[in-house]
């Protein structure tokens, strides 16, 4: 069943931020059901998110009853790291994409979650899949996995507040100066090849902490930290310092001076979090897959 919400606010503030607030929803969502004229200010529709709300002002809000989602379950071999009836942490292989999308309709992450778990939230109108955030297809690693709405509200929260601590270890072309440094510049859809991100101005905050962790072949194994989580965040930044992840077919040079197949030698290695119902600091570290120890130690001094 749809929900109706009625609201008096207490303050003023952005109207997508107190119907996040009193539908218990990701500020995304709520931009949508505004967008999708579910929110009514003192009796008129309202469909801009960043409208002023002030003290006093009557909002009506309509949350529709989630729908099944259309995603099929799969029989699909991905660990699960820890879960308990809020939160799963699980490890996805390289080669596999997180959701289903033109091209890529079954044989994903979701897909497999459907099956190997027993719950997923559903914040984004679904009953499923419970994704809060993401790792590129050919990227391996931890994954954090709401099972439930509160949950998502929860971790969505932490990771837009730069809270939830996300390290990766990628192998690098070349070697640095230094032993370590950062990567502090916005990223937006290149203005050219729509496929592709870039360092452009008016794009989104990203910030990437880099050091060396062993010097290599021609190469650097480096440990990444990320303060913001934007797509191909650290393919991009480490692009633009002349530095591009080994195998990266995107972001690296057309002539790489190795022969690496399966793409960008990254990992997800390291997640913090704050358990949403406990707040108890939790953290998972996983080991990178074999492709990728198979050139670290290939390329070894």
């Not at 539908?23 to 999708?36: F, G, N, P």
């Not at 002349?242 to 995107?250: E, K, Q, S």
Request: proline share 5%; aromatic share 4%.
């Amino acid at each position: 069943m749809e929900q109706q919400i009625d609201l008096i606010a207490d303050r003023e503030a952005r109207l997508d931020i107190l119907v996040a607030e009193a539908a218990d929803v990701t500020r995304s969502r709520a931009e949508s059901l505004i967008k999708d004229g579910r929110v009514t200010v003192n009796g008129s529709t309202a469909t801009k998110a960043g409208l002023k709300i002030k003290a006093g002002d009557k909002l009506l809000i309509t949350v529709p009853a989630p729908v099944s989602s259309a995603v099929e379950a799969e029989d699909i071999d991905i660990p699960v790291i820890y879960q308990d009836d809020d939160v799963a942490v699980v490890y996805k292989p390289s080669g596999m994409v997180v959701h289903p999308a033109a091209g890529n309709e079954s044989g994903t992450l979701v897909n497999g979650l459907l099956n190997k778990l027993d719950n997923l939230s559903g914040i984004g109108g679904e009953i499923r899949p419970g994704i809060v955030h993401r790792i590129d297809k050919d990227t391996s690693g931890l994954l954090l996995i709401a099972k439930n709405d509160k949950a998502h509200v929860s971790l969505s929260d932490q990771i837009r507040e730069h809270t939830v601590g996300r390290v990766y270890r990628a192998i690098v072309i070349g070697h640095f100066k230094e032993e370590s440094g950062f990567v502090d510049a916005p990223i937006g859809r290149h203005p050219t090849d729509r496929k592709k991100m870039a360092i452009v101005r008016g794009g989104r905050e990203a910030r990437t902490d880099w050091r060396v962790l062993e010097e290599l072949k021609g190469a650097t194994l480096v440990e990444c930290r990320l303060t913001t989580g934007r797509t191909h965040q650290i393919r991009v930044h480490m692009a633009s310092i002349g530095h591009p992840v080994l195998g990266d077919p995107v972001y690296g040079p057309k002539k790489s001076p190795y022969n690496v197949s399966g793409g960008q030698l990254l990992h997800a290695a390291r997640i913090a979090f704050d358990h949403p119902v406990t707040g108890e600091r939790h953290t998972f570290e996983a080991e990178p897959e074999e492709r990728f120890t198979q050139w670290l130690n290939k390329l070894k001094l």
